[in-house]
């Protein structure tokens, strides 16, 4: 078997007569064509391939995570319900924190007589219109008072300390007319409290 091959034979092969090529010829042929198909194969199918083997590694590693996520809430999860049972007690407790519709009237003679026990005389005290929320609905109440300074803190400080959820917001502090007595000053504000509203 001679696998030697003149280059000077190049010239005389017959593209469309393999059988007579060079032996040697041949053999390189057949490797080179082996080699195109082979690497065709590769590019044609493996690349699809690989592409899957890509988007299989990134749903693996989200996996992964998920799993990691779900195994640390399972590990706790008697910690998860214990937090749960505590929340629907402070959440109750709250609740019972905002009066019912028959006790707003109520609130509102403790708000009043709260400002009156602090020296303050009462300008205004007017409700406003109910403004419903989620689960709740907020009563806001325009006050305007006539008092010292300190009567003003000490006003605040006690409404906060009222068993009912009442919020003070905008507030406007001037001094009051001459007539009103001297050193006296004029707090406007706003009151809201928090009525609960019931599943019906």
Known sequence: MNLKFDMSELSNIDFNDV?????ALRVI????????????????DTRNQLDVLDKANRKEAALKTEFSKKQAKAANLEDY???MVEMKKSFGTMLRQLPGETEVEALLVDISQTGLANGLEFELFKPEKEI?????????IQIKVIGKYHDFGRFVSDVAALPRIVTLQNFSIKSANANKGQGNLVMEATAKTYRYLSEE
């Not at 042929?29 to 044609?44: E, Q």
């Open 19 to 23: 059988a007579r090529w060079p032996f």
């Open 29 to 44: 042929a057949v490797i080179l064509l082996s080699v195109a198909v082979l690497g065709a194969g590769l590019w044609f």
């Open 81 to 83: 319900k214990d937090q």
């Open 132 to 140: 419903p929320a989620e689960f709740y609905a907020e009563l806001p």
